[in-house]
């Protein structure tokens, strides 16, 4: 999540600023001519560069009200999660403040650049982009950007405008709006009122869409994994603990607050691998990890009576995915197993899947034998459907290459003494692999005559499922 602020400058602000920089900087003294005129060259390269993107520019309640607070106050910060249309949002309200009041545009990328461009006795509106990433700040809530503190001493009148609150965040029909301005009818049409209001950076996709070849509109905006994978890539350069907090989030799929902060031998595991396997100097705390989570809250994260969540389904399997990418190791050691079951498969297999999923992970031959541990593990653990219900099991290549594992590390299989439960071996017979059924007979020979809740035998399940080969 990144910011832009609007500042309107006094010159006894400034020169505060400037003390709190710097005790040697000299006090700004007149008008500087060449740097006015820099500054107004500069203007008009800002405003040719803006132009494309303005001249489909949607007005929305959150930019009307942003621009009556940038009237009331000097100091307004629009905050949001990449994507929701600060950007625009901001260059919109500053060509308003020069067409209507005769302000000077000065886009830059930190604070202290108020000081080397602030102009005596002229009116500036300061857009300062990427707040975030430059100051200290950045350890803070994302819904406190600004320091309260610092404000007060420079005077300031400060406000915060968060696209994601109720009042702000963008409506079904400014939404349905803004892809009519970038899109085709026929595009438009392919996309539902559902799909349309699944991502709150929807303004971004509707501008990538608008200049890039994705693919098919409706796969593009229900699925955008590029988009999605190129944010993760950001966090982990500039935010390694924003990335590993998601990558918390992604394997565990739902953390619970409470019983999370306190000593868990499964939370603390999951968070040492992610740790090494990021190669990060640093280990977050598990009080790091929850307060980036909330950080996240309405862009990818959700929270509900105490716990967070990603805000859908398909964004769980989408970071998911991408974080796979760097924690590989981590997905299959911490995963769940109906998780590994659905979202990962051999590099050198391709399942047939239906269209508009998200992509499933993919484990090279280097991974092999850490994929095939996980499903043993899952075998010791009595998993037998999420283990043999997945459809790499069709394919022989995989069966020979899971059954080599298992004789390599000579697997102990846990089996069921209760005779109401259904073994490996009533799966298998019922799934009919003849090769796994001949290898877990000869493991365990018992299992022949031991019958599941309903009273059959695996000899029976084979039967009825026309599996003549095994029976």
Same mark, same amino acid.
């Given at each position: ?68 607070r ?70 803070? /809530? @994302? *819904?406190? +950007? ?5 404000? !007060? ?8 405008? %968060? =696209?994601?609150t ?27 009122d ?10 971004s ?21 590029q988009f ?23 394997? /565990? @799929? *739902?953390? +619970? ?5 306190? !000593? ?8 040492? %691998? =992610? ?8 280990r ?18 959700k ?5 967070f ?77 999420d ?23 000579r ?30 007979m ?30």
């Amino acid at each position: 999540m990144c910011s832009f602020y609007f500042v309107e400058v006094e010159e006894n602000l400034v020169t505060r600023i400037a003390n709190e920089h710097s005790s040697s900087e000299k006090q700004i003294e007149g008008i500087d001519i060449e740097k006015q005129e820099l500054l107004l060259e500069l203007q008009e390269e800002t405003l040719m560069n803006w132009s494309n993107e303005l001249a489909k520019f949607v007005e929305t309640k959150a930019s009307q009200s942003i621009y009556q607070r940038i009237q009331m106050d000097k100091l307004v910060a629009i905050i949001g999660s990449t994507g929701t249309g600060k950007s625009v949002c901001a260059k919109n309200i500053a060509l308003r403040l020069k067409n209507e009041y005769g302000y000077t545009i000065v886009s830059t990328r930190q604070p202290s650049d108020i000081t080397q461009y602030f102009l005596p006795g002229t009116n500036q509106v300061f857009i300062i982009d990427d707040f975030i990433g430059k100051m200290p700040l950045m350890r803070l /809530k @994302q *819904k406190s +950007i600004w320091n309260p503190e610092i404000c !007060e001493r420079f005077r300031l009148s400060a406000s915060v405008c %968060d =696209l994601h609150t109720d009042e702000l965040r963008l409506t079904l029909l400014e939404r349905r709006t803004i892809c009519e301005a970038y899109l085709e009818k026929s595009y438009i049409n392919a996309i539902n009122d559902e799909i349309i209001m699944m991502y709150p950076f929807l303004p971004s996709l509707c501008s990538i869409f608008s200049s890039k070849d994705v693919g098919s509109v409706e796969n593009f905006f229900k699925i955008p994994v590029q988009f999605i994978n190129e944010e993760k890539d950001h966090y982990k350069m500039k935010s390694p603990v924003r990335y590993i907090s998601l990558a918390v989030l992604a394997i /565990k @799929q *739902k953390v +619970i607050k409470k019983s999370f902060l306190v !000593e868990n031998d499964h939370d603390d595991k999951l968070i040492k %691998d =992610l740790f090494w396997e990021s190669a990060s100097q640093v280990r977050p705390s598990k009080e790091l990890i929850v307060s980036q989570l909330e950080t996240l809250t309405d862009s990818y994260v959700k929270v509900d009576k105490g716990y967070f969540e990603f805000i859908h389904e398909t964004m769980q399997d989408i970071v998911l995915y991408c974080i796979a990418k760097t924690f590989l190791k981590s997905v299959l050691e911490n995963s769940k197993s109906n998780v590994i079951k659905r979202k990962v498969e051999l590099a050198c297999i391709t399942c047939i899947k239906k269209e508009q999923t998200v992509p499933v992970i993919k484990v090279g031959s280097e991974y092999e034998d850490a994929y095939f541990s996980r499903l043993a593990r899952d075998l010791s653990n009595e998993q037998f459907a999420d283990v043999f219900e997945n459809n790499q099991n069709a394919f022989p290549i995989f069966r020979q290459k899971f059954l080599a594992h298992l004789n390599k590390i000579r697997l102990g299989i846990h089996f069921k003494s209760d005779s109401k439960g259904p073994t490996v071996l009533h799966i298998l017979s019922l799934l009919g692999y003849r090769d796994y059924v001949s290898y877990f007979m000869k493991l365990n020979k018992g299992m022949i005559n031991q019958t599941d809740a309903k009273g059959n035998i695996p000899l029976h399940l084979a039967s009825m499922n026309g599996h003549l080969d095994i029976v």
